[in-house]
């Protein structure tokens, strides 16, 4: 059973997980190295910190550490 108080609360979880994804997304469209491997673990380094944020994002409900803010600037 989901009410609406739950519902709230997965999307404010959703968020700063789909921002971190799309950050990914967007670097992995751009970087010749992230593009051309399957997995997100075998892109650049870059890619691999953008990946590691996302999961933790996922995972933890996202608490970003300031490296992560400034990956988003
Ligand atoms: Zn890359």
Redesign the pocket.
Known sequence: MTGPRVQAAVRQAELPMLRAYRLWFE??R??????RVTRAND??????G?WDAYRRAYDGGAQLTPAERMVDQ
């Open positions: 670097h992995a751009k970087c010749a190295a992230c593009k892109g650049c380094e870059n890619g691999r953008l």
